[in-house]
């Protein structure tokens, strides 16, 4: 079985400043890594992901991600936020054979002016 | 434009009544998919579907039943057994269904039961 951890539920942030929403995650395979957006009210929107290769992901909205196997961790980072990123973020995990989505449960990023 | 479009955006329900939330793809993806969201939940998945005509049951999906008659159209009913209903809906769709395929998601359906 695999389980996602996201480690805090919100995470406040002034304007132009750097954001870490950190994920960890719990498997005995393989896996293959996801970072999802939520803005209010509306579907979920693939922002990153790891499937093998470079550590380092990058993706859309300037986001990017490291891949830690030692750590078991594929924390996302921004240098610079801005307003439009207040939106939920989702950490999300399959591997194996199992190809069902496992989700975190969510961290709101809060970016006040 | 292809996408995933779900219907109706809102829905309101009353006690002991059958619902049906539509999803509907243009992706030609195989695979679609449930989840339930609620609060402080994250997603957890209802059921799923790799072909036509083939679905299986997910991590929640007692009071909820599915078909998968055509390729693009993969609808949900919210029975009356379920006993906590009111949630947000969201439907998604991926290539395969293989591990590692992006899944990529509908706008979603919020259902509140009165």
């Known amino acids: 079985a695999q389980s996602v951890t996201q480690l805090d539920s919100q995470v406040p942030v002034f304007e132009e400043a750097p954001v870490e929403l950190r994920c960890n995650y719990s498997?005995?395979?393989?896996?293959?890594l996801f970072w999802y957006v939520q803005y209010p009210n509306q579907g979920l929107q693939l922002l990153l992901k790891y499937l093998s290769g470079s550590t380092l992901v990058k993706g859309i909205n300037g986001f990017e991600a490291e891949f830690n196997k030692s750590q078991t961790s594929f924390h996302l980072r921004k240098p610079s936020v801005h307003i439009s990123d207040t939106a939920e973020y989702f950490c999300a995990v399959t591997g194996g054979s199992n190809y069902k989505l496992t989700f975190g449960k969510g961290t709101l990023l809060t970016v006040n002016p | 434009d292809g996408g995933i479009t779900q219907s109706p955006k809102y829905l309101f329900r009353k006690e002991g009544q059958n619902v049906t939330l539509s999803c509907e793809q243009n992706l030609n993806h195989d695979a679609m998919y449930w989840y339930r969201q609620d609060p402080g939940q994250g997603l957890r998945l209802i059921y799923y579907s790799q072909i036509v005509n083939d679905f299986q049951k997910g991590d929640i999906a007692e009071g909820y039943s599915v078909s998968r008659e055509k390729k693009e159209s993969f609808p949900l009913t919210v029975t009356s057994a379920q006993k906590n209903p009111t949630a947000f809906y969201l439907c998604?769709?991926?290539?395969?269904?293989?591990?590692?395929?992006?899944?990529?998601f509908g706008p979603g359906t919020r259902l509140t039961v009165l």
């Open positions: 998604a769709s991926s290539i395969e269904g293989g591990t590692g395929d992006t899944q990529y």
């Open positions: 498997s005995s395979v393989s896996v293959y």
